[in-house]
Nanobody, 118 residues
Framework: QVQLVESGGGLVQPGGSLRLSCTAS????????MSWYRQAPGKERELVAA????????NYADSVKGRFTISRDNAKNTVYMQMNSLRPEDTAVYYC???????????WGQGTQVTVSS
């Protein structure tokens, strides 16, 4: 059974930092591309950052470039996202996603809330 468990969300002031973690089990982690999405109230889920398998390339949404960094530790089956210079518009539920080579190999975590507010 595949599980993705996110952690690290919370309440932070504008300009602050958080690090999200997503630990996977039940799949060959290093063979999966990993990504972070977010969904704000009333908005569609959007891609924030992605990293290839086993971890050579990354890409980011324009809105987070230079502020967020995605990384992975294949030995720990974990993907991270370091979020710096947080803004109120970054407030959302953040989800991690694992994508394998086949289209049906597509798994989501349960989400972690990030709130940026003074």
């Amino acid at each position: 059974q595949v599980q993705l468990v996110e952690s690290g969300g919370g309440l932070v002031q504008p300009g602050g930092s958080l690090r999200l973690s997503c630990t996977a089990s039940g799949l060959p982690f290093r063979r999966y591309a990993m990504s972070w999405y977010r969904q704000a109230p009333g908005k569609e889920r959007e891609l924030v950052a992605a990293i290839t398998s086993p971890g050579g390339s990354t890409n980011y949404a324009d809105s987070v470039k230079g502020r967020f960094t995605i990384s992975r530790d294949n030995a720990k089956n974990t993907v991270y996202m370091q979020m710096n210079s947080l803004r109120p518009e970054d407030t959302a539920v953040y989800y991690c996603k694992a994508q394998g080579a086949l289209s049906y190999q597509n798994y989501w975590g349960q989400g972690t809330q990030v709130t940026v507010s003074s």
